[in-house]
Protein backbone atom coordinates (compact mmCIF):
# COMPACT_ATOMS: atom_id res chain seq x y z
CA UNK A 1 0.00 0.00 0.00
CA UNK A 2 1.05 3.95 -0.29
CA UNK A 3 2.60 4.90 2.44
CA UNK A 4 4.44 8.18 3.06
CA UNK A 5 6.84 8.93 6.08
CA UNK A 6 7.85 12.08 7.61
CA UNK A 7 11.59 11.70 9.52
CA UNK A 8 10.17 12.35 12.95
CA UNK A 9 7.66 13.56 14.70
CA UNK A 10 8.98 16.46 16.42
CA UNK A 11 12.89 18.24 15.16
CA UNK A 12 14.01 21.06 17.96
CA UNK A 13 16.30 23.32 16.72
CA UNK A 14 17.91 26.57 17.72
CA UNK A 15 17.18 29.86 16.07
CA UNK A 16 19.44 30.90 13.20
CA UNK A 17 20.13 27.23 12.56
CA UNK A 18 19.04 25.28 9.03
CA UNK A 19 16.11 22.94 9.54
CA UNK A 20 15.81 20.03 7.80
CA UNK A 21 12.73 17.54 7.04
CA UNK A 22 12.38 14.75 5.35
CA UNK A 23 9.75 12.82 3.30
CA UNK A 24 10.00 9.57 1.99
CA UNK A 25 7.39 7.23 0.14
CA UNK A 26 6.49 4.17 -1.29
CA UNK A 27 4.53 2.09 -3.62
CA UNK A 28 3.77 5.67 -5.40
CA UNK A 29 4.74 7.59 -7.99
CA UNK A 30 3.91 10.85 -7.78
CA UNK A 31 3.93 13.71 -10.48
CA UNK A 32 4.01 16.47 -7.56
CA UNK A 33 4.66 17.09 -4.21
CA UNK A 34 3.97 19.93 -1.86
CA UNK A 35 4.55 20.89 1.30
CA UNK A 36 1.96 22.65 4.00
CA UNK A 37 2.72 24.30 7.53
CA UNK A 38 0.10 24.02 10.31
CA UNK A 39 -0.02 25.95 13.35
CA UNK A 40 -2.03 24.53 15.99
CA UNK A 41 -6.36 24.92 15.92
CA UNK A 42 -5.80 26.15 12.39
CA UNK A 43 -6.13 24.46 8.56
CA UNK A 44 -2.51 23.75 6.89
CA UNK A 45 -1.32 26.58 4.58
CA UNK A 46 0.35 26.14 1.01
CA UNK A 47 4.02 26.95 1.08
CA UNK A 48 5.42 25.07 -2.12
CA UNK A 49 5.16 22.68 -4.71
CA UNK A 50 7.62 20.75 -7.06
CA UNK A 51 6.75 18.68 -9.87
CA UNK A 52 8.57 15.20 -10.45
CA UNK A 53 10.75 16.75 -13.61
CA UNK A 54 12.52 19.53 -10.97
CA UNK A 55 15.12 19.14 -8.50
CA UNK A 56 14.87 22.30 -6.39
CA UNK A 57 12.35 24.97 -5.15
CA UNK A 58 13.20 28.21 -3.87
CA UNK A 59 11.13 30.44 -1.95
CA UNK A 60 12.72 33.05 -0.14
CA UNK A 61 13.95 30.78 3.33
CA UNK A 62 11.98 27.92 2.11
CA UNK A 63 14.22 24.92 -0.25
CA UNK A 64 12.37 21.70 -1.50
CA UNK A 65 14.35 19.10 -3.30
CA UNK A 66 12.48 16.28 -5.17
CA UNK A 67 14.31 12.92 -5.49
CA UNK A 68 12.55 10.47 -7.43
CA UNK A 69 14.55 7.93 -7.69
CA UNK A 70 15.69 7.86 -3.96
CA UNK A 71 11.65 8.90 -3.29
CA UNK A 72 12.41 11.49 -1.22
CA UNK A 73 11.80 14.80 -0.56
CA UNK A 74 13.98 17.39 1.57
CA UNK A 75 12.36 20.38 3.22
CA UNK A 76 14.88 23.62 4.21
CA UNK A 77 14.15 26.52 6.45
CA UNK A 78 17.04 28.58 6.43
CA UNK A 79 18.20 31.01 9.32
CA UNK A 80 15.20 29.54 11.04
CA UNK A 81 13.17 31.82 13.63
CA UNK A 82 11.06 31.04 16.60
CA UNK A 83 8.00 32.09 14.08
CA UNK A 84 8.72 28.83 12.00
CA UNK A 85 7.90 26.78 15.08
CA UNK A 86 4.66 24.58 13.41
CA UNK A 87 3.74 21.45 11.98
CA UNK A 88 5.10 20.52 8.64
CA UNK A 89 3.41 18.39 6.04
CA UNK A 90 4.00 16.59 2.71
CA UNK A 91 1.34 15.45 0.47
CA UNK A 92 2.11 13.60 -2.49
CA UNK A 93 -0.41 14.14 -5.72
CA UNK A 94 -0.64 11.81 -8.61
CA UNK A 95 -0.62 12.45 -12.48
CA UNK A 96 -4.55 12.58 -12.57
CA UNK A 97 -3.60 15.90 -10.52
CA UNK A 98 -6.78 16.03 -7.60
CA UNK A 99 -6.49 13.61 -4.78
CA UNK A 100 -3.35 13.95 -2.32
CA UNK A 101 -1.66 11.73 0.41
CA UNK A 102 -0.19 13.48 3.07
CA UNK A 103 2.29 12.85 5.53
CA UNK A 104 1.31 13.08 8.98
CA UNK A 105 3.73 15.70 9.79
CA UNK A 106 7.38 16.62 11.81
CA UNK A 107 6.77 19.13 14.34
CA UNK A 108 9.27 22.14 14.05
CA UNK A 109 10.10 24.16 17.61
CA UNK A 110 12.76 26.54 17.16
CA UNK A 111 14.45 28.30 20.17
CA UNK A 112 16.00 31.66 21.00
CA UNK B 1 -11.07 37.02 -0.46
CA UNK B 2 -12.31 35.66 2.96
CA UNK B 3 -11.11 31.92 2.66
CA UNK B 4 -12.63 28.59 3.15
CA UNK B 5 -15.37 28.81 5.98
CA UNK B 6 -16.16 26.02 7.94
CA UNK B 7 -19.24 26.01 10.68
CA UNK B 8 -18.98 25.25 13.27
CA UNK B 9 -15.84 25.36 14.73
CA UNK B 10 -16.42 22.92 17.51
CA UNK B 11 -18.93 20.05 18.29
CA UNK B 12 -19.66 18.51 21.14
CA UNK B 13 -22.52 15.66 20.57
CA UNK B 14 -23.60 12.59 22.35
CA UNK B 15 -23.72 9.24 20.69
CA UNK B 16 -25.86 8.29 18.23
CA UNK B 17 -27.00 12.18 17.01
CA UNK B 18 -26.84 13.52 13.88
CA UNK B 19 -24.06 15.50 13.12
CA UNK B 20 -23.86 18.42 10.06
CA UNK B 21 -20.64 19.87 8.95
CA UNK B 22 -20.87 22.91 6.92
CA UNK B 23 -18.10 24.57 4.60
CA UNK B 24 -18.32 27.61 2.18
CA UNK B 25 -15.29 27.58 -0.46
CA UNK B 26 -13.68 30.15 -2.16
CA UNK B 27 -15.46 31.43 -4.86
CA UNK B 28 -14.24 30.17 -8.52
CA UNK B 29 -12.76 27.63 -6.78
CA UNK B 30 -13.82 24.23 -8.67
CA UNK B 31 -12.52 21.36 -6.44
CA UNK B 32 -14.03 20.87 -2.97
CA UNK B 33 -12.00 18.15 -0.45
CA UNK B 34 -13.33 16.91 3.05
CA UNK B 35 -10.52 15.47 5.16
CA UNK B 36 -10.27 14.19 8.75
CA UNK B 37 -7.20 14.64 11.01
CA UNK B 38 -6.29 12.52 13.95
CA UNK B 39 -2.93 11.73 16.30
CA UNK B 40 -3.29 8.30 14.78
CA UNK B 41 -3.96 8.43 11.05
CA UNK B 42 -3.14 12.04 10.45
CA UNK B 43 -4.85 14.04 7.51
CA UNK B 44 -7.05 11.34 5.44
CA UNK B 45 -9.11 12.61 2.25
CA UNK B 46 -12.85 11.25 2.43
CA UNK B 47 -13.92 12.83 -0.41
CA UNK B 48 -14.04 15.48 -3.22
CA UNK B 49 -15.96 17.18 -5.87
CA UNK B 50 -15.28 18.67 -9.13
CA UNK B 51 -17.71 21.02 -10.31
CA UNK B 52 -20.16 20.17 -7.40
CA UNK B 53 -20.14 16.32 -8.60
CA UNK B 54 -18.55 13.40 -6.11
CA UNK B 55 -15.45 11.86 -8.06
CA UNK B 56 -13.99 10.33 -5.00
CA UNK B 57 -15.56 8.76 -2.04
CA UNK B 58 -13.78 5.84 -1.21
CA UNK B 59 -12.12 7.58 1.85
CA UNK B 60 -15.66 7.68 3.56
CA UNK B 61 -15.57 5.39 6.23
CA UNK B 62 -18.77 3.67 5.88
CA UNK B 63 -22.75 4.73 4.91
CA UNK B 64 -22.99 6.85 7.99
CA UNK B 65 -20.78 9.44 6.56
CA UNK B 66 -22.41 11.66 3.00
CA UNK B 67 -21.55 14.51 1.63
CA UNK B 68 -23.34 16.80 -0.52
CA UNK B 69 -22.39 19.83 -2.63
CA UNK B 70 -25.67 21.71 -3.92
CA UNK B 71 -24.53 24.17 -5.19
CA UNK B 72 -20.84 25.87 -6.31
CA UNK B 73 -20.60 27.69 -2.61
CA UNK B 74 -21.94 25.64 0.08
CA UNK B 75 -21.23 21.39 1.17
CA UNK B 76 -22.06 19.52 4.16
CA UNK B 77 -20.80 16.52 5.62
CA UNK B 78 -23.46 14.33 7.87
CA UNK B 79 -22.62 11.69 10.21
CA UNK B 80 -25.26 9.52 11.24
CA UNK B 81 -25.81 7.79 13.41
CA UNK B 82 -22.56 9.61 15.12
CA UNK B 83 -20.02 6.96 17.13
CA UNK B 84 -17.17 8.00 19.70
CA UNK B 85 -14.43 6.79 16.89
CA UNK B 86 -15.96 9.58 14.88
CA UNK B 87 -13.85 12.44 17.05
CA UNK B 88 -11.26 14.17 14.91
CA UNK B 89 -11.30 17.67 13.25
CA UNK B 90 -12.85 17.76 9.91
CA UNK B 91 -11.41 19.84 7.01
CA UNK B 92 -12.79 21.36 4.06
CA UNK B 93 -10.16 22.71 1.08
CA UNK B 94 -10.56 24.03 -2.16
CA UNK B 95 -8.65 24.79 -4.82
CA UNK B 96 -9.32 26.29 -8.18
CA UNK B 97 -7.97 23.37 -10.74
CA UNK B 98 -6.68 19.62 -9.66
CA UNK B 99 -3.30 19.87 -9.08
CA UNK B 100 -3.24 23.47 -7.87
CA UNK B 101 -2.56 24.27 -4.13
CA UNK B 102 -5.63 23.54 -1.87
CA UNK B 103 -7.31 26.17 0.50
CA UNK B 104 -8.43 24.86 3.58
CA UNK B 105 -10.90 26.32 6.54
CA UNK B 106 -9.82 26.15 10.10
CA UNK B 107 -11.64 22.85 10.65
CA UNK B 108 -14.41 21.51 12.65
CA UNK B 109 -13.52 19.52 15.90
CA UNK B 110 -15.86 17.16 16.59
CA UNK B 111 -16.15 15.12 20.10
CA UNK B 112 -18.46 12.36 19.99
CA UNK B 113 -19.38 11.31 23.98
Known amino acids: SQKIEQNSEALNIQEGKTATLTCNYTNYSPAYLQWYRQDPGRGPVFLLL?????KEKRKERLKVTFDTTLKQSLFHITASQPADSATYLCALGNQAGTALIFGKGTTLSVSS | DAGVIQSPRHEVTEMGQEVTLRCKPI?????LFWYRQTMMRGLELLIY????????DSGMPEDRFSAKMPNASFSTLKIQPSEPRDSAVYFC???????????FGDGTRLSIL
Open chain 2, 93 to 103: ASSLRGEQPQH
Open chain 2, 27 to 31: SGHDY
Open chain 2, 49 to 56: FNNNVPID
Open chain 1, 50 to 54: IRENE
